[in-house]
C-alpha cells in the first residue's frame, strides 16, 4: 500500500519533494526504508523540510520511519 502512494500526493513543499526525488525516493516505501537522522543528511534539506515531512506523513497509519518500528517517528510537534 505505501509503495502506491506517490510523494506529489502527501501534500510536501517543493523543496521537501525535491530534495527526497534527488535522492531516488518516489512514494512512502521508498521514504520509510531511511531513518530521520539519514535524512538530515541529504543535501539541501533543513529542519522546515524535514518537519514538513514529519507533519505530512502523519496522515498515513501505517507508516514509519527506519528504526522507528514501534513507533510512527512522528509523534513530537517538531524534528530536532
Excluded: M
Excluded at 527526497?20 to 525516493?25: S, V
Excluded at 523540510?49 to 502523519?58: A, E
Aim: glycine letters at 8%; aromatic letters at 10%.
Amino acid at each position: 500500500r505505501l509503495r502506491s502512494i506517490k510523494l506529489y500526493e502527501i501534500g510536501l513543499s517543493l523543496r521537501a519533494y525535491k530534495v527526497l526525488l534527488q535522492n531516488n525516493i518516489e512514494n512512502l516505501l521508498d521514504l520509510s526504508e531511511y531513518s530521520l537522522e539519514e535524512i538530515s543528511h541529504f543535501r539541501n534539506i533543513g529542519r522546515k523540510s524535514i518537519n514538513d515531512i514529519c507533519q505530512n506523513v502523519k496522515k498515513y497509519p501505517g507508516f514509519s520511519f527506519k528504526g522507528d518500528e514501534k513507533k510512527t517517528g512522528t509523534e513530537g510537534n517538531d524534528w530536532r
